[in-house]
């Protein structure tokens, strides 16, 4: 096999001196099937083209499609992962001994894509002769706002990261690596930017772009995660004042279903669809014959539906039985949240009534899992899975992943004025949240630290499973010291791994620092 390897390739290599002998220009040769940036960027469709472009990067594998899901659902205190692929679960349990894994290396791969194709479209679409100026605008805005969205998710994981602002087709082509302060004023220079030329709302033909609310909300909640509270409770209060947004008649699964998908709770989200482009896209690439459906359902899936590597930590069930809604019933946003045993009183003690047996695909939880011990006593997801309306899972989910919801807004306004000693304005927002769950109102009188306690709580029932606890962690700080650490600890044993001064960052994928000369995270 050796010889015969070496024969073709030597009669490889002696045909291509015969052709270069032929024709000295071959290697010169411009590739036909190459676009060029200067036939590219001439009309306003081929700046809407560029735009759609740049919210495909948020359906990459490193995005939304699935690795956010484990970097940021299953790393908090709220979820967890016992996959048979080893390092995937070590990813999860702040384990990482090769910097290169394929996890965090496909997030930062798909964020910096996602970055490079705005950063395109800020240099380019502003060039374009005789179009629409409004549209212009518009489209560069929106590319602002899905570069701070990308930046948003980076410095959250990695912290120091670089920042690449210019369009560059440069093999050779470095940017300098940001502080973390650096990367939020980029960040929140974009967000600003973008609020002035973004639409309130749009025609439904272009429903999933960002609007002048989901950037408003996003800025409000990079303040958020640098404590800047009276800057953050001003952009909330002008998506609180739109009167676009409400939770009010808004049944709380529909923002997980693809049946209610950008709804008026729905501030922005990323477009999933099952249609398939052709054969099984488990790989999710970014070519031609690609879907365009999430995959977290499938990574996620209970036993014999999905890889179920994904999983509740009980606490958590614990969390939502602490009070039971207005009606003497349990918490129904618990049903839509996992799957769960709920007669097990070992487990989960509770006085309230057993809610009624929730279906796991079809068949009920006891009766799938009641002669096997193991599963019956796991907590599994339930939100963005399928199994509302069809009986498996597969790597093409329509649903929508909501990235920014008005629950949130609610919640986080509510934390702002308790952090400035504006206790009793916050409590109406918080009930507009647990009316809507049917629970009663808080009456009683808070103080700053009991209020903040209590907002805690309601982030958990609300929440769970949105991709948003990790970031609570963080403006929180019970990532920063050994004593709250502790506490998570107590709720989720991954956390005895976890390094005070490390382990809130993820280190910086090794090529990147070897090849850009990046500083490494502290302690990796």
């Not at 907002?455 to 709250?484: C, K, P, S, Y």
């Amino acid at each position: 096999m050796k010889n015969t390897f070496l024969t073709r390739l030597s009669m490889a290599g002696a045909l291509l001196l015969s052709a270069t002998a032929c024709e000295k220009d071959l290697l010169d040769q411009s590739n036909p099937n190459l676009p060029l940036t200067e036939l590219s960027w001439n009309t306003s469709d081929d700046a809407v083209k560029g735009s759609v472009a740049c919210y495909a990067g948020l359906q990459g594998l490193g995005m939304y499609r699935r690795w956010l899901n484990f970097a940021f659902d299953l790393r908090d205190d709220t979820g967890f992962s016992q996959s048979p692929w080893g390092e995937l679960a070590d990813f999860t349990h702040f384990i990482q001994v090769n910097y290169d894994f394929e996890v965090s290396n496909n997030i930062w791969r798909d964020h910096y894509r996602t970055i490079f194709r705005c950063n395109q479209v800020i240099d380019r679409v502003p060039t374009i002769q005789g179009m629409d100026a409004g549209l212009q605008k518009r489209i560069v805005a929106e590319a602002k706002f899905l570069r701070a969205l990308s930046y948003f998710n980076l410095v959250s994981l990695y912290g120091k990261v670089p920042l690449a602002l210019q369009y560059s087709t440069g093999l050779n082509q470095s940017f300098p690596q940001g502080t973390e302060a650096q990367v939020w004023d980029q960040i929140i220079s974009d967000l600003q930017a973008a609020q002035t030329d973004l639409p309130a709302t749009y025609p439904a033909t272009d429903a999933g772009r960002a609007t002048k609310g989901a950037a408003t909300t996003l800025l409000g909640k990079a303040y958020m995660q640098n404590k800047r509270w009276a800057d953050a409770q001003a952009q909330f209060a002008q998506v609180i004042n739109s009167g676009l947004y409400k939770v009010e008649d808004v049944p709380y699964t529909s923002n997980f279903r693809h049946t209610t998908e950008n709804n008026p709770e729905s501030i922005f989200e990323v477009q999933f669809s099952d249609e398939r482009k052709g054969g099984n896209d488990a790989g999710g690439g970014p070519d031609a014959t690609s879907s365009q459906g999430g995959q977290r359902s499938q990574f996620w899936g209970v036993p014999g539906y999905g890889f179920n590597d994904g999983e509740v930590r009980p606490w958590v069930v614990r969390e939502f039985l602490q009070e039971p809604a207005a009606n003497g019933q349990r918490d129904p946003r618990l049903a839509a949240t996992v799957f769960y045993n709920r007669l097990d009183q070992t487990q989960f003690p509770s006085a309230l009534p057993a809610d009624a047996d929730t279906l796991v695909y079809g068949t009920g939880f006891l009766t799938r899992y009641g002669k096997d011990a193991r599963n019956r006593a796991r907590v599994y997801w339930r939100k963005y899975q399928t199994d509302y309306y069809r009986t498996f899972e597969d790597f093409d989910s329509p649903i929508n992943q909501r990235v920014l919801r008005f629950a949130d807004v609610l919640l986080q306004q509510a934390e702002a004025l308790n952090e400035q000693g504006q206790t009793a304005a916050a409590i109406p927002l918080i009930n507009r949240v647990r009316q809507r769950a049917g629970l009663a109102p808080l009456t009683a009188s808070f103080t700053r630290e009991s209020l903040r306690m209590q907002i805690m709580h309601e982030r958990v029932t609300e929440l769970t499973g949105e991709g948003v606890r990790w970031f609570d962690l963080q403006r929180w700080g019970l990532l920063d010291n050994q004593a709250t650490v502790d506490q998570l600890k107590a709720r989720d044993p991954d956390f005895n791994n976890f390094r005070v001064g490390r382990s809130r960052l993820l280190p910086l994928p090794q090529s990147e620092v070897d090849l850009n000369k990046l500083t490494q995270n502290d302690n990796w």
